[in-house]
């Protein structure tokens, strides 16, 4: 039996197909590593310096809002914190939520005085591979969610497959997946699609989309464009003016159809041309962190958080929109419980070699 297995093995290793498929592979797998690539990130991310990190859109807020955080532990993580708000847009008057992290594991949940509840898990399964899920459960019919992501980051790729409420339970597959593959080009350029495939229920045909990114990245710049379906582009462009201060734009085009002229133009008879186009700037400061944003439907934005003790922190958020005449502002504080052990436990885990958890 061992003979058997050896002749075939040694028929699979002196096949001329098999050898050529293996040195064409490793041939370009060297010419890949000569060229010194990284891994370019996520399609989701693609503009992550702008939309994420200048923009204030993720943490604006309106009303008042006092957080207490008590964490109990810093390897692993584990904390508690209790969130209050009143005259906000969105928030609820009360959730509770807990967190514990370790380097493979992150799991997070938060209810609120209503009975929403979300929760998150993610695992790590290797230093590539990590499985991220988001559910969320509210009272009423056609509340939950599910959402399943599965992230492979290679040296200089990131393939990710996501999956929105899959279901089999009416015969057949419905919900909303979707398929992206990112990878760096050159040192500077990356380039990706993303697929998507979607099916409401079983007697409904699915709808497919497909959709293409593209990434550069300067010395102190990065600049991103996507190719959305049904015509949509959107573009960005992230700049570090100085050490502290950073800046970015972004263009959204979406074309839709309409009532359009005769002709038309170029882009067919009836079709409505919309675009928003948003100016950000951050600042950081040693005890703070200002942040203000401006765009074209004539919303003017800014946020400062401020750390008043090492506890402490205040948060300043207000918003002024001149074509509707409508003003907001937000008021919140943050107080962390954290006792001395905990601040060694932090030093002691600065200098660990340690992963993250898989945020």
Known sequence: MADEKASALAFTNQNAVV????DT???FSERREALGLSNPGTIDNIAREVQKDVFLTNYMFT??????????SVAPIFQVSHAFSMGSQGLPPYTFAALYGTPKVFLQGNI?????LMARANYRWTS???TKTNAQIAPGPGQAMLQVDNDYTGKDFTASLKSINPSMLEGGLTGIFIASYLQSVTPSLAV?????????????GPETALSYSAKYKGSDWIASAQLLAQGAISTSYWRRLTEKVEAGVDLNLQFAPGMGGRGGGLMGPGMRKEGTTTLGAKYDFRMSTFRAQVD????LSCLLEKRVTPIMQLTFAGELDQFKQQAKIGLAVSIEMAGDD??????RAAGSSAPPPPF
Do not use: C
Request: glycine share 8%; no cysteine.
């Open 19 to 22: 050898a050529m498929l293996r």
């Open 25 to 27: 592979y490793l041939s």
């Open 63 to 72: 009303g008042l809002r006092a957080d207490l955080t008590k964490p109990f």
């Open 112 to 116: 609120d005085n209503d009975g929403q």
């Open 128 to 130: 590539s591979f990590v």
């Open 192 to 204: 990706g699609l993303e697929a998507i495939w979607q099916r409401a229920a079983v007697n409904t």
């Open 296 to 299: 074209s439907s004539g919303r």
């Open 342 to 347: 905990l601040m060694e436990q932090q030093e």
